[in-house]
């Protein structure tokens, strides 16, 4: 009589999964950072393009790119204007979209860009990750 064998892959299916998982969180990070882009660029508070650049997004590799702090030209004025990046958060999984310029949180507390950004992208969320696993 021949033996039932039954092989279990558990660990090797939850790393596969955790994997891909990550890979969707990250791509819906990234369309959250274009949206927050799109919607800084519709409301008018593009003066030194530093706030729209300083939209970043962090996952465990690291972080896209961040505009130093320095002085920028304002499109506006044309005059030389300081501007200062917080350091970026670090994440060990999932990811994070942030804005390093010191002054975001005054423009999305006026005029938010960032969390509206999140519920545009909400929709989205659904149809990433569904499409991983397909």
């Not at 530093?50 to 002085?71: D, W």
């Not at 970026?88 to 999984?93: A, G, I, S």
Request: hydrophobic share 40%; net charge negative; glycine share 8%.
């Amino acid at each position: 009589m021949a033996a039932n064998v039954v092989r279990w892959f558990g660990d090797q299916v939850k790393q596969l999964v955790n994997r891909q998982a990550q890979k969707g969180v990250e791509a819906l990070a990234y369309d959250v950072r274009e949206n927050a882009r799109q919607n800084l660029e519709r409301s008018g508070h593009i003066d030194t393009k530093f706030l729209y650049n300083s939209i970043y997004v962090a996952t465990p590799k690291g972080t896209s790119p961040i505009p130093p702090s320095g002085e920028y030209t304002s499109l506006k004025t044309g005059d030389q204007v300081r501007r200062n990046a917080a350091e970026p958060v670090q994440v060990n999984e999932g990811a994070f979209v942030g804005a390093a310029a010191d002054y975001a949180v005054y423009v999305e507390l006026a005029d938010p860009f960032l969390f509206p950004a999140l519920e545009e992208t909400r929709g989205a969320a659904d149809k990433v990750l569904t499409g991983l696993y397909a």
